[in-house]
């Protein structure tokens, strides 16, 4: 992604390099869980955020929503090798079929 998001002449400015189906928190941490078979962690209560940021900082950065698309990827054709969560918290953490064959095929 970051290598065709440098080298693609038909993608300028910013690109979102994020995966095509967004996701919430809650949902992130418990797919989370579930691949790394652990228990999900509570979510980050709303008072930490306010010790750190204020009031105002809070809502803006850790509680707001934080929903991007990859709408200039996905307008050029790019062809997500995980574009299914779950997969790719997998490929990422070792836990599962890879899309990428070894040498020899193995």
Not at 24 to 33: G, I, K, M, Q
């Amino acid at each position: 992604m970051y290598h065709r998001a440098l080298w693609d002449a038909a993608l300028s400015g910013p690109v979102n390099a994020v995966a095509p189906q967004p996701v919430r928190n809650a949902e992130y941490t418990s797919t989370l869980a579930a691949v790394l078979h652990r228990p999900a962690v509570l979510p980050v209560p709303s008072l930490g955020p306010r010790l750190l940021l204020g009031g105002q900082g809070a809502r803006e950065l850790a509680c707001a929503s934080q929903r991007v698309a990859p709408r200039k990827l996905v307008a050029a054709g790019h062809r997500f090798r995980q574009p299914d969560l779950t997969q790719a918290l997998r490929h990422l953490l070792g836990r599962g079929q890879s899309t990428v064959r070894a040498p020899g095929g193995r």
